[in-house]
């Protein structure tokens, strides 16, 4: 056996449908999920932003603060793959996020048990733990905060 990390992705439980709200599409749990569980194993794409920090609209709504989720010091965005870009924002949200800098994945984890045909939601400003008091995210971003509803 080696040491190496397991870098096997199973597709997730999950799907993606209009969520009849302006937030539009959103991801839906495939079936229930308990707390701590992990529902997706997302590869990401980081890239060096721009020096002017253009991006277009679509793209700055997808973006994730990967070098905030490592600790480091200058600012990495990354893409995320699989269904990682599409889960909505919430405050508080039903996943968490977990940065592997080594595999280069974020673990989206439940913090809550998820029924089935939930829709599941991240909270942009605090991916770590699903609650936040702020919306840096939105406001460093130059993206509009859509409101739950």
């Known amino acids: ?13 999950v799907y993606i449908k209009e969520t009849g709200t302006p937030r539009g599409r959103g991801v839906f749990a495939g ?9 997706e194993v997302c590869p990401v ?23 905030e989720m ?3 010091r200058r600012r ?5 793959l699989g269904y990682g870009s599409m889960y909505n924002h919430s405050n508080p ?3 968490r996020c977990q940065a592997d800098a080594t595999t ?19 909270n942009y400003n605090s991916l770590g733990n699903g ?4 919306n840096r995210w939105f406001e460093t971003n130059g993206v509009e905060l859509i409101a739950d509803s």
């Open 104 to 122: 280069r994945v974020l673990r989206l984890i439940a913090v809550r048990d998820i029924a089935a045909d939930e829709e599941m939601t991240l």
């Open 76 to 80: 990495r965005p990354a893409v995320a």
């Open 45 to 67: 794409v980081p890239y060096d932003p721009l020096p002017d920090r253009r991006l277009p609209l679509e793209l700055k709504r997808i973006v994730f603060g990967w070098g």
């Open 93 to 95: 949200a039903s996943l």
């Open 1 to 13: 056996m080696d040491n190496q990390p397991d870098m096997r992705i199973v597709p997730p439980a």
């Open 31 to 39: 079936r229930a999920f308990t707390q701590d569980e992990v529902v």
């Open 70 to 72: 490592l600790g480091l």
């Open 131 to 134: 609650v936040s008091s702020d």
